[in-house]
């Protein structure tokens, strides 16, 4: 279902960006100074746009790749306490098991087993931020 959703966002995107260059064509050819400057922010901010869903598109799929890969393996984290009812780590439990979860990917810097392992910890803690960073390194790790 997922690999219909991002072929689906695939299409929208030359869609947009053949619809972006196709106005900004329209523009330019109007010629007045507004109507370049249009022109000129279409040409400029479609590939902008285009390359922040291609940077999103491929972090899903290495996360996913990675998360299919160790739960494979049965290396992914369990739930050792109590949920909140929308899934995520009660606070009071949060900090303690994150903070294990940082020293276990601080033990092994070039593992990026424990580098995902943390970032799906700290997304059930709901620091997003935090754990997109620990699973982009996680898919860097995993590269190198």
Do not use: H, N
Request: avoid cysteine; charged fraction near 20%.
């Amino acid at each position: 279902m997922s690999r219909i959703g991002v072929g689906l966002m695939g299409a929208a995107l030359l869609v947009y960006l053949a619809v972006a260059v196709w106005l900004a064509v329209m523009f330019f050819a109007v010629g007045t100074p507004v109507s370049i400057g249009m022109g000129i922010a279409l040409i400029v901010l479609a590939p902008i746009g285009a390359w922040a869903l291609v940077r999103e598109m491929q972090f899903g799929f290495g996360a996913d790749r990675l998360g299919r890969q160790l739960d494979a393996e049965g290396g992914m984290p369990e739930a050792e306490t109590e949920l909140t009812p929308s899934g995520r780590i009660a606070r009071a439990d949060a900090d303690p098991l994150i903070q294990r979860y940082v020293a276990d990917a601080d033990a092994a810097p070039g593992d990026w087993r424990a580098r995902y392992r943390l970032g799906v910890v700290q997304d059930a803690a709901g620091r997003r931020k935090d754990a997109r960073a620990s699973i982009r390194e996680a898919i860097r790790l995993a590269r190198a």
